[in-house]
């Protein structure tokens, strides 16, 4: 049995918590490292069907991505936010781990 990792919601930038917890969404790349105690940056993956809504919270001043989404600054922190689902982030090689912090859920690639 592992021990159940403690995670401090109030850290993480407050759009990426309304994002993740209302609408499936997941944080992927280096944000969602275990061993990351301070990320540098939050890469936000939206399911296509959600997409729509969650584009209505996007920032005025975000700058669009070459993948569809949109990249600003919350709370400190660099946020790019586009759409895809889990399964397709999860297939490329530079993502080894993927996390719904609303329900503290943690997938880690095994290669």
Not at 8 to 26: E, Q, T
Not at 38 to 62: G, H, N, S, T
């Amino acid at each position: 049995m592992s021990a159940q990792l403690k995670v401090n919601l109030k850290r993480i930038p407050r759009i990426v918590r309304l994002i993740c917890g209302s609408y499936d969404a997941w944080i992927v790349g280096g944000a969602s490292d275990p061993n990351q105690s301070i990320p540098k940056d939050y890469d936000v993956c939206v399911p296509f069907r959600q997409w729509k809504e969650v584009a209505l919270l996007i920032p005025k001043d975000a700058r669009p991505t070459l993948y569809g989404g949109w990249k600003f600054q919350c709370d400190g922190f660099l946020v790019d936010v586009w759409p895809q689902d889990l399964g397709d982030v999860l297939i490329c090689a530079k993502c080894k781990w993927a996390w719904q912090p609303q329900h503290n859920i943690r997938i880690t690639k095994v290669l």
